[in-house]
């Protein structure tokens, strides 16, 4: 497939990164957007051309993704499906998509790791390729080295993301996979030195594996942004993303649309395609 034009399904059209997704798709010669859908009333009939800003694409967004995917396969358009929804549809979604043969690029954060092992299992049952990415960006997969670095030298890590209000699931996808590299490594963090009590509750945010702590923040203005701050007696070691347009997502998107023709089982993490 990888010299054949993809055809690709875009889920979740019109929120926020389906706009710049529909827009990078049709701005890209090798990939054709077959069909866009949503679920919220204000984009349902109208042309996803519009509403993502870059002209008419004479493609309607349709509430209707299993329909969208029969439609595929009858016309022999079995390429991907984009989903960047909502934490509670994107399991479904998934499962959706393989079971039809059109490969997953899943950009939606909030399925659990369970979620993600079942998941693994049904697409290497069907021998589907589909690509689990929390973040698209180049930026993160960096941040996310350096982390690995630093954590052979430092004991002490804490983990603040912060986003936008609109935000359904707390911590990030992000935060969490951030969290789950480090842990992977084997090594216990943040040992205690003090017998601590938690005055509020959720003070000390959220205990990830090996003692890993993800602070969230919300706030209108932000859009998304993490740190990961390492401490040793009399230094901090900081390291801090950010990001100012969803944009920056789209050649990750675009690489993982292009990849996941090329896989038969889930990959989970933009790092392991690039
Ligand atoms: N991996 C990455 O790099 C990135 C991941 N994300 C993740 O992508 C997801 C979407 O983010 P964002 O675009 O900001 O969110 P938005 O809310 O702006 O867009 C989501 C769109 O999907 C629609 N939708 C929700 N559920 C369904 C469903 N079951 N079927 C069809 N459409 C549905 C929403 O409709 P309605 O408005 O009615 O809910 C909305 O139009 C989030 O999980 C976010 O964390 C975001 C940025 C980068
Ligand atoms: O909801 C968002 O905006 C983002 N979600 C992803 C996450 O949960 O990590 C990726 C990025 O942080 C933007």
């Given at each position: 497939m990888a010299s054949q034009v993809i055809p690709a399904i875009v889920n979740g059209a019109g929120g926020k990164m389906g706009r710049e997704v529909v827009k990078a798709i049709a701005s890209s010669p090798d990939l054709k957007l077959v069909a866009a859908v949503d679920r919220n009333p204000d984009y349902i009939g109208r042309d996803v051309g519009e509403i993502a800003g870059c002209g008419p694409l004479e493609i309607p967004i349709l509430n209707d993704l299993e329909g969208s995917l029969g439609m595929a396969v009858q016309e022999k358009e079995l390429g991907v499906m984009v989903d960047f929804t909502h934490p509670s549809s994107v399991y479904d979604n998934v499962r959706s998509a393989i079971a039809y043969g059109i490969r997953p690029v899943v950009g939606t954060t909030g399925l659990s790791p369970q979620q993600i092992q079942e998941l693994a299992e049904f697409a290497d049952k069907a021998s589907t390729g589909c690509l689990i990415i929390p973040n698209f960006s180049i930026g993160m997969v960096l941040l996310q080295q350096a982390a690995i670095s630093a954590s052979k030298y430092f004991d002490h890590v804490e983990i603040i993301e912060l986003h936008h209000?609109?935000?359904?699931?707390?911590?990030s996808g992000t935060a969490i996979k951030t969290a789950e590299m480090l842990a992977e490594l084997g090594k216990p963090y943040n040992p205690p030195s003090v017998e601590e009590s938690e005055k509020l509750t959720g003070a000390r945010g959220a205990l990830a594996g090996e003692g890993i702590r993800i602070h969230s923040v919300r706030l209108p203005g932000l859009i998304a942004h993490q740190e990961v701050i390492f401490g040793a007696p009399g230094q901090i070691y900081t390291l801090r993303h950010d990001t100012s347009d969803r944009a920056c997502y789209m050649p990750g998107v675009l690489l993982a649309i292009r990849k996941v023709t090329e896989l038969k089982t889930l990959v989970y993490g933009l790092e392991k395609i690039l």
């Open positions: 209000n609109q935000k359904a699931d707390a911590p």
